[in-house]
Each structure stands twice: as structure tokens, then as C-alpha cells.
């Protein structure tokens, strides 16, 4: 599986983004998907995690009712939808496949195999 994100960009506080993120691969509808990301100087943390039925979805308490996440198998894509947003938004953005999607480990970096190249986010004040 091949994991390309876009629709990074500059957004003044409070704005919205929305996020894509393309897979090449007959199975992408058979993995859970995250998207993930990374503020300068800081470790890469979890965003938000759906799986190949659309259960769940996860989120961080950070995000939760501002982004969601969506998927659609038909397109190999999945969206991650940013509202109101924060300049504590500011990251880069990746979105990653996981072959299990079990609950207590889809949090985890470690539990994806697949990742994509990662989409900046700048969220002005």
C-alpha cells in the first residue's frame, strides 16, 4: 500500500482544512487508516482512526469534535475534515494504513505498516 496525503496549507485561526489522503493497493478497503501528526520540536502523536467498515471512529481528546475523519473505499481515500482550527494545530500531517485496526493499539505509531510523505499545516494566529 502507498499512502499519498495532500490539502496541507496556510489558515488563519479558526478556519478549516480538509485533508486527503490517496492509497494505491487492491486492499486498502481491508486496513484501518490514521492520519497523524507532528509539531515542530514535538513527537509525533495520533489524530484520528477509522476502520474499513467506518467503525469507530477514534480521536484525540485534542481534535474531538472539531475533526473527523472519513473514509471512502470506492476512491481508495481517506479524509480528515478540520474545523476550527488552532494555531496548536500547526503540524505536519500523515496519514498511515494498519492491517488490524485493533482497538487498543490503533493509537500507537507503531501499529501501522504503511505510511505516507506527510502534508504540512500552518495555522496563523
Known amino acids: 500500500v502507498q499512502l499519498q496525503a495532500c490539502g496541507g496549507g496556510l489558515v488563519q485561526a479558526g478556519g478549516s482544512l480538509r485533508l486527503s489522503c490517496a492509497a494505491s493497493?487492491?486492499?486498502?478497503?481491508?486496513?484501518?487508516m490514521g492520519w497523524f501528526r507532528q509539531a515542530p520540536g514535538k513527537e509525533r502523536e495520533f489524530v484520528a482512526a477509522?476502520?474499513?467498515?467506518?467503525?469507530?471512529?477514534y480521536y484525540a481528546d485534542s481534535v474531538k469534535g472539531r475533526f473527523t475523519i472519513s473514509r471512502d473505499n470506492t476512491k481508495n481515500t481517506v479524509y480528515l475534515q478540520m474545523s476550527s482550527l488552532k494555531p496548536e494545530d500547526t503540524a505536519v500531517y500523515y496519514c498511515?494504513?494498519?492491517?488490524?485496526?485493533?482497538?487498543?493499539?490503533?493509537?500507537?505509531?507503531?501499529?501501522?505498516?504503511?505510511w505516507g510523505q506527510g502534508t504540512l499545516v500552518t495555522v496563523s494566529s
Open positions: 493497493g487492491r486492499t486498502f478497503n481491508t486496513y484501518t
Open positions: 477509522i476502520r474499513w467498515n467506518n467503525d469507530g471512529p
Open positions: 498511515a494504513a494498519d492491517k488490524y485496526g485493533i482497538t487498543s493499539t490503533l493509537r500507537g505509531q507503531s501499529a501501522y505498516d504503511y
